[in-house]
Structure formats: structure tokens, C-alpha cells
């Protein structure tokens, strides 16, 4: 094992029934003025904010309810809800909705905590974060991981711009997980949550290290159960085993267990950031329709070895030969995300011709205008990212 430092201080209530507990966990903290925030309108219709509410009314916790954070959270509307909850003097924000929402929530919580800083600035890197203010969550879709993660994006809309923001001050004190919320799910919405749970542990599975063996073994077992349950969910929508152990590995997945030791990765993220920020597309269908491409790319800088074992551990292949089995695992794992009905590459994706002049646009967009490079597996500099686009932009990949 390589050195790491692991905190995760969020507290998670899991189970079915687990939504009736969130005024109880909320008073724990010691909330007296708390900022609901929520999405576009489900969560209100499916009567969930009320139940929330009425637990925060009996508990005599003051609340306002935020709502209309969307995918791809904006920072148009997080600047608004900072101003909703200094109006209200809310001294904790509860997050009721994906991980959009909890991004949402999380940057509500660094601008009320630092009114005088714009908060994008802590996006952009120019204004160290130095506080915040609580974070809960009550998750209703698996995928994101936020709910234990410290990672938050924002897309300045304006400027066509998405970007993520990691720091410890990203993790919600407390997390309420009830898997019951999730089965009236729309597939699709299933499928894009089954694709970022995969791809938050790949994004960390493939590394340079190749000596955190128990590290390895965890993401192996998360990898193949996501992969098991994902075809679950897909026959059979609304599954509550199935669902409830989806819940918990995108927890798991985004909180760093799976990549402890190692140097995250994340090119696909920021490959599929930039389609997000381009196209406004569903962030799972952003990073299904790179991956294999990626994947493709980088295969080779270790002599295929990550990814024959990948093969092998995961998808349970084969092969004796390193190269063979490394194409069938990509093969494999690109052919499992267009089962989920996911695109696998730019013209599945639904964004229209993406000609060469687009994808040295994203290449662009992606590398800061060739002022940085992703990814750790291999690096990749802004002609490797052109490639990978190009790569993608062919209906035959």
C-alpha cells in the first residue's frame, strides 16, 4: 500500500424508513434555521419535502424551501440560493435530491459561509475555501456519490465553463439514505446513475500504482456488484435489494475508499466536463460516450496490463495474452453501457454532428486552452485529448 490520508466524517443513516428520521438527525446538529434545497419538482411531487418539512416544523426547526437545481447544477441559481439563505439566517442547508442538488447545496454553503467572496472564485482556484457551513443530505438517486464525497461541480453558464472543486469542506456532516426513494426512478435515470457509480471507481482504479492490492480487490467487488445490480435494475426497474446496494456503492464510490493509495485518474470526467459544459448533456451519458475511447488510448502505457486485469477480475476473462484480454474487458464494459441504453460515443450522445473543428473546440475547452493536462494512468496533454475526441466523434467506435 502507498501512503493516504482518509477522512470521511458524514454520518449515514441507511434503510428503508430511513427519510423519517431526517428532523431527529437534523436537530442533532443543532439546526434551528435551515435552507431545504431541492430539484425541479419531483421530490415536491412525490410529497417528499412536505414529509421533510412537517419533521422540521415538529421538531421547531425553522426552514425555506429552495428548489430548481437541475443536471449540471448552474451558478446562477447557487448564487441565489447563498442569497435565500443569508435571508434567512440558515445555519445548516439540507440537500433533498441527487447529486446535483447536493452540489448545489454544498455551493449554497461556502458563499452563505464567505458573503463577502464571490463563490465561484473558489471554483476557480483564485479564493482559498477556509470555511463553510453544514451540509445534510437526503438522497434519492444513486449515482453521484456526493451524499460522502468532497468533490462539488458548478457550470458558469454564461461562459460555457463546468468545473469541480475538491476540498473536505465538500462532505455533508450527515447522510439519509433510503432506498425506498428510488424506486420510482425513470430507467434512464437509473442507468445514468449506474454508469457514475462505475465510472467514479474506473476513474480511480486505473492508476499508476499496481501494489494497493486490498485498494484493488475493494473496487473489484464494488465494480462487479454495480455491474450485477445495474443488469438487475434493467430487468426488472424498481428492484429494492437491488436498488439499496446500488445506493450504498455509489456512496462508496465517491468517497476515496475505492482509490485509496493510488492517484486518481479522472481523465474521463474531465473529458465528459466539457461535453457537459458544451452540450449540456446528462453527466452519465457524458462519460459512457468517451470511455471506451479513453480507454482505447491508454491501454497500451503499462503494456495493457491494468486493463487485462480488469478483464480478468472484473468481467472474469480468459485470455491468456495480456493484449487480448485488455480489448475484450474495453469490449466488455463498452457493450454493458449500451445495454443500459447508454451512448458510447459523441453521435449516440444526441448533440448532432460532432465534426473535427467541435472536437478541437472540446479538446480546447477541456485542457484550459492547452494550459493543463488530465489524468494520471496516462497524462494527457491537449493533442492526446483532440485524439480521444476524435476518436469518439466516429459512430463506428
Not at 24 to 37: A, F, H, N, P
Not at 192 to 220: K, Q, W
Not at 276 to 287: F, I, M, P, R
Request: charged share 20%; with cysteine; hydrophobic share 40%.
Amino acid at each position: 500500500m502507498h501512503e493516504f490520508v482518509y477522512h470521511v466524517p458524514t454520518k449515514v443513516v441507511f434503510g428503508c424508513g430511513a427519510c423519517n428520521q431526517v428532523g431527529d438527525v437534523v436537530r442533532e446538529y443543532g439546526s434551528k434555521r435551515c435552507l431545504v434545497v431541492t430539484g425541479q419538482g419531483s421530490a415536491i411531487k412525490s410529497g417528499l419535502i412536505d414529509r421533510i418539512t412537517a419533521q422540521l416544523a415538529e421538531k421547531g426547526v425553522e426552514y425555506a424551501v429552495f428548489s430548481g437545481a437541475q443536471p449540471n447544477p448552474l451558478l446562477s441559481h447557487a448564487r441565489a440560493g447563498v442569497a435565500k439563505a443569508l435571508e434567512l439566517k440558515a445555519d445548516l442547508i439540507l440537500a433533498v435530491g441527487g447529486g446535483s442538488t447536493i452540489d448545489t447545496a454544498k455551493a449554497i454553503a461556502h458563499g452563505a459561509a464567505n458573503p463577502e467572496t464571490d463563490l465561484w472564485q473558489f471554483w476557480l482556484g483564485k479564493e482559498p475555501l477556509t470555511k463553510t457551513m453544514p451540509v445534510g443530505a437526503v438522497l434519492t438517486i444513486p449515482a453521484a456519490g456526493s451524499e460522502t464525497s468532497d468533490s462539488a461541480v458548478l457550470t458558469d453558464g454564461d461562459a460555457g465553463v463546468k468545473r469541480g472543486l475538491n476540498t473536505d469542506f465538500n462532505r455533508p456532516v450527515f447522510a439519509v439514505l433510503d432506498p425506498e426513494l428510488t424506486l420510482t426512478l425513470p430507467p434512464y435515470q437509473v442507468a445514468c446513475g449506474v454508469t457514475d457509480i462505475l465510472m467514479h471507481t474506473l476513474d480511480r482504479y486505473f492508476n499508476p500504482y499496481v501494489d494497493n492490492d486490498t485498494t484493488d480487490a475493494i473496487a473489484e467487488a464494488l465494480l462487479r456488484v454495480v455491474l450485477a445490480e445495474g443488469d438487475v435494475v434493467r430487468e426488472h426497474p424498481g428492484d429494492l435489494h437491488a436498488m439499496s446496494e446500488l445506493m450504498w456503492a455509489g456512496s462508496l464510490s465517491h468517497n476515496n475508499l475505492t482509490g485509496l493509495g493510488g492517484k486518481k485518474d479522472f481523465a474521463v470526467h474531465q473529458l465528459g466536463h466539457a461535453l457537459s459544459a458544451k452540450y449540456n448533456v446528462t453527466h452519465g451519458a457524458s462519460l459512457s460516450a468517451v470511455w471506451k475511447s479513453w480507454a482505447s488510448y491508454v491501454a497500451p502505457v503499462d503494456g495493457y496490463a491494468r486493463f487485462a486485469r480488469f478483464a480478468r477480475n472484473v468481467w472474469g476473462v480468459t485470455e491468456e495474452d495480456g493484449k487480448a484480454a485488455a480489448l475484450k474487458g474495453i469490449a466488455l464494459q463498452s457493450d454493458y453501457f449500451h445495454k443500459l441504453g447508454m451512448p458510447v460515443n459523441l453521435q449516440e450522445l444526441g448533440v448532432g454532428e460532432v465534426d473535427d473543428a467541435a472536437c478541437q473546440a472540446l479538446a480546447e475547452l477541456c485542457s484550459y486552452g492547452r494550459s493543463r493536462t488530465i489524468g494520471t494512468f496516462q497524462v494527457l496533454n491537449a493533442d492526446d485529448i483532440l485524439a480521444i475526441y476524435r476518436s469518439a466523434s466516429s459512430r463506428e467506435n
